[in-house]
């Protein structure tokens, strides 16, 4: 499979993106310290990565397909930890 520019630049873009939030996530995890993190915003976010994810989707575009399924996963994770910590 040949890359052209505009793909590239859409892949390097949705991995940029994408793994911005894996620290977030990874330090939500380890110490379940979620004082800093904005349920309603985390909520609005999520709703706008799964409405990319579906736009995504219906244009059939792999780096938003792959880049927005992989940043809804991690947001959930924080939305989760964020939901059910006390």
């Known amino acids: 499979m040949i890359l ?9 873009s949705a991995f940029l993106t994408t793994f911005a939030f894996v620290p977030q996530a990874l330090q939500s995890w380890k110490t379940r310290d979620l004082s800093g993190v904005s349920l309603p ?7 706008g990565v799964l409405g990319w994810l579906i736009y995504g989707i219906l244009i059939v575009s792999w780096p938003i397909i792959v880049a927005n399924s992989i940043t809804l996963m991690l947001a959930c994770v924080v939305l989760y930890l964020k939901a059910t910590h006390k």
Not at 4 to 12: F, S
Not at 41 to 47: E, G, I, P, Q
């Open 4 to 12: 052209n520019i505009t793909d590239l630049v859409g892949y390097l």
């Open 41 to 47: 915003m985390y909520s609005l976010f999520s709703l």
